[in-house]
């Protein structure tokens, strides 16, 4: 059986809305994108490539996978690119039929029982990188195995909260 892990840059204050940068995610007229990218050094990076080293297949949601296949295909000779562009890719989406980027497949219909039976089958963990409302569904059907949460040392005060998330479906199960 496969872990699914979740992969996700925080803010102090538990933002993890556009890391990257304000293109990113602009829901609710959000202008802190790119909160991440000062953060990012040397260390980080060995940090990072230690994680990505080891095999996976990405699981991520609709608007998560637009953002990276809008980027990574196109970035050359870097180790992530080659990583994100060469292994399968899961993309749960209600609006999409078709995906352009290689070695990605649709889960649209009867989500919770698509990923149980992908999590079933032998193969490398699937992690969950972004993907907010992704990550609320897995845990609310309680498919989630480990949750990776990089702080960074940043506030910004409002934006999609991690723990908002994680708070919404305990008090759903209480």
Do not use: C
């Amino acid at each position: 059986m496969r872990k699914i892990v979740i992969n996700t840059f925080i803010t102090l204050d538990g933002v993890m809305q556009a890391p990257g940068g304000p293109e990113e995610d602009p829901t609710g007229n959000f202008k802190y994108g790119g909160w991440s990218f000062h953060y990012w050094d040397e260390m980080m990076g060995k940090t990072m490539g230690e994680f990505m080293d080891k095999p996976f297949e990405l699981l991520l949601g609709r608007k998560t996978y637009e953002i990276f296949a809008s980027h990574w295909p196109y970035v050359k000779g870097d180790p992530t690119a080659d990583k994100f562009n060469t292994t399968k890719k899961y993309v749960v989406t209600k609006s999409l039929s078709k995906l352009n980027w290689k070695n990605s497949f649709i889960i649209k219909n009867n989500v919770a029982e698509e990923i149980k039976k992908l999590k079933a089958t032998d193969g490398p963990e699937l992690q969950v990188h972004g993907s907010s409302k992704l990550i609320k569904a897995l845990i609310n059907d309680k498919l989630v195995d480990e949750i990776k949460i990089w702080t960074f040392p940043v506030t910004v005060g409002k934006g999609k909260q991690l723990f908002n998330l994680l708070m919404l479906n305990h008090q759903a199960q209480v």
